[in-house]
Protein backbone atom coordinates (compact mmCIF):
# COMPACT_ATOMS: atom_id res chain seq x y z
CA UNK A 1 0.00 0.00 0.00
CA UNK A 2 2.78 2.19 0.77
CA UNK A 3 4.25 2.41 -2.34
CA UNK A 4 0.73 3.19 -4.33
CA UNK A 5 0.83 5.91 -2.31
CA UNK A 6 4.01 7.06 -2.52
CA UNK A 7 3.65 6.16 -6.58
CA UNK A 8 0.15 8.57 -6.42
CA UNK A 9 1.01 11.60 -4.00
CA UNK A 10 4.91 11.86 -5.17
CA UNK A 11 4.23 12.67 -8.73
CA UNK A 12 4.83 16.30 -9.57
CA UNK A 13 1.65 18.43 -9.50
CA UNK A 14 1.45 19.17 -12.93
CA UNK A 15 1.70 15.63 -14.14
CA UNK A 16 -1.35 15.00 -11.90
CA UNK A 17 -3.17 17.93 -13.60
CA UNK A 18 -2.37 16.62 -17.20
CA UNK A 19 -3.48 13.65 -16.24
CA UNK A 20 -6.89 15.22 -14.85
CA UNK A 21 -6.84 16.86 -18.57
CA UNK A 22 -6.52 13.84 -20.08
CA UNK A 23 -9.16 12.07 -18.24
CA UNK A 24 -11.96 14.99 -18.73
CA UNK A 25 -10.35 14.80 -22.47
CA UNK A 26 -11.24 11.09 -22.88
CA UNK A 27 -14.77 11.25 -21.32
CA UNK A 28 -15.93 13.76 -23.72
CA UNK A 29 -14.11 12.11 -26.78
CA UNK A 30 -15.30 8.29 -25.59
CA UNK A 31 -19.05 8.54 -26.54
CA UNK A 32 -21.74 7.11 -24.45
CA UNK A 33 -22.58 7.40 -20.93
CA UNK A 34 -21.05 4.21 -18.92
CA UNK A 35 -17.37 5.53 -19.71
CA UNK A 36 -17.58 8.49 -17.99
CA UNK A 37 -19.23 6.82 -15.27
CA UNK A 38 -16.90 4.59 -14.94
CA UNK A 39 -14.08 7.39 -14.12
CA UNK A 40 -15.88 7.99 -10.95
CA UNK A 41 -15.08 4.66 -9.72
CA UNK A 42 -11.56 5.16 -11.50
CA UNK A 43 -10.59 7.99 -9.33
CA UNK A 44 -12.13 6.12 -6.53
CA UNK A 45 -9.80 3.29 -6.82
CA UNK A 46 -6.81 6.33 -7.15
CA UNK A 47 -7.91 8.08 -4.03
CA UNK A 48 -7.91 4.58 -1.80
CA UNK A 49 -4.91 3.75 -2.94
CA UNK A 50 -3.92 7.16 -2.12
CA UNK A 51 -5.71 7.29 1.73
CA UNK A 52 -7.96 9.50 0.58
CA UNK A 53 -10.89 7.26 -0.48
CA UNK A 54 -13.09 8.80 2.39
CA UNK A 55 -12.98 12.41 1.74
CA UNK A 56 -13.20 12.19 -1.41
CA UNK A 57 -16.17 10.25 -1.68
CA UNK A 58 -18.05 12.58 0.60
CA UNK A 59 -16.91 15.74 -1.10
CA UNK A 60 -17.60 14.29 -4.47
CA UNK A 61 -20.86 12.76 -3.47
CA UNK A 62 -22.22 16.25 -1.50
CA UNK A 63 -21.19 17.64 -4.25
CA UNK A 64 -22.79 15.76 -7.55
CA UNK A 65 -25.78 14.23 -5.75
CA UNK A 66 -28.32 17.07 -5.78
CA UNK A 67 -27.44 18.06 -8.87
CA UNK A 68 -27.48 15.10 -10.67
CA UNK A 69 -30.87 14.65 -9.02
CA UNK A 70 -32.15 17.86 -10.81
CA UNK A 71 -30.42 17.18 -14.07
CA UNK A 72 -32.49 13.86 -14.14
CA UNK A 73 -35.62 15.38 -13.20
CA UNK A 74 -35.96 18.04 -15.19
CA UNK A 75 -34.81 16.30 -18.06
CA UNK A 76 -36.60 13.29 -17.75
CA UNK A 77 -40.06 15.21 -17.70
CA UNK A 78 -39.59 17.91 -19.54
CA UNK A 79 -38.25 16.71 -22.88
CA UNK A 80 -40.90 14.43 -24.14
CA UNK A 81 -40.24 12.07 -26.56
CA UNK A 82 -42.79 9.07 -28.11
CA UNK A 83 -41.36 6.31 -25.51
CA UNK A 84 -42.35 6.71 -22.28
CA UNK A 85 -39.76 4.61 -20.14
CA UNK A 86 -41.90 5.02 -16.80
CA UNK A 87 -45.41 6.88 -15.65
CA UNK A 88 -45.78 7.90 -12.12
CA UNK A 89 -49.12 8.57 -11.70
CA UNK A 90 -49.96 11.83 -13.83
CA UNK A 91 -45.83 12.40 -14.65
CA UNK A 92 -44.12 10.72 -17.51
CA UNK A 93 -40.54 10.08 -18.10
CA UNK A 94 -39.65 10.15 -21.22
CA UNK A 95 -36.78 7.90 -22.81
CA UNK A 96 -35.32 10.38 -25.06
CA UNK A 97 -34.97 12.61 -21.95
CA UNK A 98 -33.65 10.51 -19.57
CA UNK A 99 -30.62 9.15 -21.74
CA UNK A 100 -29.92 13.16 -22.11
CA UNK A 101 -30.03 12.72 -18.63
CA UNK A 102 -27.88 10.21 -18.32
CA UNK A 103 -25.11 11.91 -21.09
CA UNK A 104 -25.32 15.12 -19.42
CA UNK A 105 -24.49 13.60 -15.70
CA UNK A 106 -21.73 11.41 -16.95
CA UNK A 107 -19.56 14.00 -18.36
CA UNK A 108 -20.30 16.17 -15.47
CA UNK A 109 -19.21 13.27 -12.96
CA UNK A 110 -16.28 12.59 -14.68
CA UNK A 111 -15.40 16.60 -14.29
CA UNK A 112 -16.19 16.84 -11.10
CA UNK A 113 -14.88 13.85 -9.92
CA UNK A 114 -11.11 14.75 -11.65
CA UNK A 115 -10.73 17.94 -9.95
CA UNK A 116 -11.90 16.37 -6.65
CA UNK A 117 -9.30 13.86 -6.59
CA UNK A 118 -6.19 16.02 -7.85
CA UNK A 119 -7.41 18.68 -4.82
CA UNK A 120 -7.24 15.68 -2.84
CA UNK A 121 -3.86 14.43 -3.66
CA UNK A 122 -2.75 17.50 -4.35
CA UNK A 123 -1.33 20.56 -1.61
CA UNK A 124 -2.50 23.81 -3.10
CA UNK A 125 1.51 25.09 -2.03
CA UNK A 126 2.28 22.78 -4.42
CA UNK A 127 0.08 23.08 -7.49
CA UNK A 128 1.28 26.35 -6.65
CA UNK A 129 4.80 26.06 -6.60
CA UNK A 130 4.49 23.84 -10.06
CA UNK A 131 3.43 26.87 -11.84
CA UNK A 132 5.94 29.07 -10.68
CA UNK A 133 8.32 26.48 -11.83
CA UNK A 134 6.98 26.17 -15.07
CA UNK A 135 7.54 30.23 -15.63
CA UNK A 136 4.01 31.34 -14.31
CA UNK A 137 4.46 34.70 -12.69
CA UNK A 138 3.85 35.14 -9.22
CA UNK A 139 0.82 37.43 -9.50
CA UNK A 140 -0.95 35.00 -11.39
CA UNK A 141 -0.22 32.52 -8.84
CA UNK A 142 -1.25 34.29 -5.89
CA UNK A 143 -4.94 35.20 -7.68
CA UNK A 144 -4.95 31.71 -8.45
CA UNK A 145 -4.09 30.37 -5.01
CA UNK A 146 -6.43 33.31 -3.38
CA UNK A 147 -9.00 31.99 -5.23
CA UNK A 148 -9.02 27.98 -4.20
CA UNK A 149 -8.64 29.02 -0.79
CA UNK A 150 -11.48 31.46 -0.35
CA UNK A 151 -13.92 28.89 0.13
CA UNK A 152 -12.30 27.16 2.58
CA UNK A 153 -11.19 29.85 4.46
CA UNK A 154 -14.78 32.16 3.87
CA UNK A 155 -16.71 28.88 5.19
CA UNK A 156 -14.16 28.35 8.16
CA UNK A 157 -14.64 32.24 9.07
CA UNK A 158 -18.50 31.59 8.54
CA UNK A 159 -18.43 28.93 11.57
CA UNK A 160 -16.61 31.03 13.81
CA UNK A 161 -18.90 34.50 13.21
CA UNK A 162 -21.72 32.03 13.76
CA UNK A 163 -20.52 30.59 17.17
CA UNK A 164 -19.99 33.89 18.46
CA UNK A 165 -23.65 35.38 16.99
CA UNK A 166 -24.82 32.10 19.48
CA UNK A 167 -22.63 33.77 22.55
CA UNK A 168 -24.62 36.66 22.01
CA UNK A 169 -28.02 35.18 22.03
CA UNK A 170 -28.94 34.86 17.89
CA UNK A 171 -30.87 31.91 17.15
CA UNK A 172 -28.76 30.33 14.27
CA UNK A 173 -30.69 26.87 14.23
CA UNK A 174 -33.97 26.03 13.57
CA UNK A 175 -35.84 25.56 10.83
CA UNK A 176 -35.70 27.82 7.50
CA UNK A 177 -36.87 30.97 8.70
CA UNK A 178 -35.28 31.23 11.41
CA UNK A 179 -32.02 30.31 9.56
CA UNK A 180 -32.57 32.86 6.80
CA UNK A 181 -33.39 35.65 9.59
CA UNK A 182 -29.50 34.54 11.57
CA UNK A 183 -28.16 35.11 7.81
CA UNK A 184 -28.02 38.64 8.16
CA UNK A 185 -26.15 38.98 11.22
CA UNK A 186 -23.29 36.20 10.17
CA UNK A 187 -23.05 37.91 6.46
CA UNK A 188 -22.25 41.49 7.12
CA UNK A 189 -19.38 40.42 9.73
CA UNK A 190 -18.09 37.99 7.27
CA UNK A 191 -17.86 40.39 4.20
CA UNK A 192 -15.91 43.56 6.32
CA UNK A 193 -13.77 40.74 7.63
CA UNK A 194 -12.82 39.38 3.90
CA UNK A 195 -12.31 42.97 2.91
CA UNK A 196 -10.40 43.51 5.94
CA UNK A 197 -8.11 40.20 5.52
CA UNK A 198 -7.44 41.37 1.96
CA UNK A 199 -6.05 44.52 3.08
CA UNK A 200 -3.87 42.71 5.35
CA UNK A 201 -2.61 40.35 2.62
CA UNK A 202 -1.47 43.04 0.31
CA UNK A 203 0.89 44.73 3.26
CA UNK A 204 1.93 41.34 4.66
CA UNK A 205 2.64 41.05 0.74
CA UNK A 206 4.04 44.29 -0.33
CA UNK A 207 6.46 44.24 2.95
CA UNK A 208 8.04 40.85 1.80
CA UNK A 209 8.86 42.77 -1.58
CA UNK A 210 6.06 40.82 -3.65
CA UNK A 211 5.94 42.88 -6.39
CA UNK A 212 10.20 43.58 -6.61
CA UNK A 213 11.75 42.12 -10.26
CA UNK A 214 14.28 40.21 -8.08
CA UNK A 215 15.02 36.89 -8.57
CA UNK A 216 13.01 34.94 -5.12
CA UNK A 217 14.61 32.29 -3.63
CA UNK A 218 12.72 29.27 -1.71
CA UNK A 219 13.16 27.08 1.22
CA UNK A 220 10.88 24.39 -0.10
CA UNK A 221 10.80 23.29 -3.69
CA UNK A 222 10.10 20.33 -5.85
CA UNK A 223 11.47 18.57 -8.71
CA UNK A 224 10.46 16.47 -11.41
CA UNK A 225 11.28 12.55 -11.55
CA UNK A 226 11.58 9.53 -13.59
CA UNK A 227 7.98 8.83 -12.36
CA UNK A 228 6.47 11.77 -14.49
CA UNK A 229 7.97 10.94 -17.70
CA UNK A 230 6.59 7.78 -17.72
CA UNK A 231 3.23 8.63 -16.42
CA UNK A 232 3.07 11.63 -19.43
CA UNK A 233 3.95 8.95 -21.94
CA UNK A 234 1.39 6.95 -20.47
CA UNK A 235 -1.29 9.33 -20.64
CA UNK A 236 -0.69 10.98 -24.13
CA UNK A 237 -0.65 7.42 -25.41
CA UNK A 238 -4.20 6.59 -23.65
CA UNK A 239 -5.34 9.95 -24.86
CA UNK A 240 -4.23 8.62 -28.83
CA UNK A 241 -5.83 5.61 -28.02
CA UNK A 242 -9.05 7.23 -27.20
CA UNK A 243 -8.66 9.73 -30.35
CA UNK A 244 -8.22 6.68 -32.77
CA UNK A 245 -10.84 4.49 -31.49
CA UNK A 246 -13.63 6.96 -32.09
CA UNK A 247 -12.11 8.28 -35.19
CA UNK A 248 -12.50 4.51 -35.99
CA UNK A 249 -16.20 4.13 -34.71
CA UNK A 250 -17.45 7.43 -36.52
CA UNK A 251 -15.47 5.75 -39.48
CA UNK A 252 -17.03 2.52 -39.11
CA UNK A 253 -20.55 3.70 -38.94
Given at each position: ???????????????????????????????????????????????????????????????????????????S????????????????????????????????????????????????????????????????????????????????????????????????????????K??????????????????????????R???????????????????D?????????F??????????T????
Amino acid sequence: MSKRIDLVNNLYPTTKFIGVIVIILSAFIVPGWKYSYSIFFVCALIALGSGKLKSYLIITVNSLLVLILLIFLMQSILIPSKEILYKIGFINVYKDGFYQALNLSSKLVAFTSAFILFFRVTTVKDFILSLENIGLHPKVTYVIMSTLQMIPEMKKEAGVISDAQKTRGVETEGNIFVRAKAFVPVLIPLVLSSIAKTEERAITLESRAFSSGAKKTRLYNIKKTKNDTIAIIILVVFLILCIGWRVLTIWHF
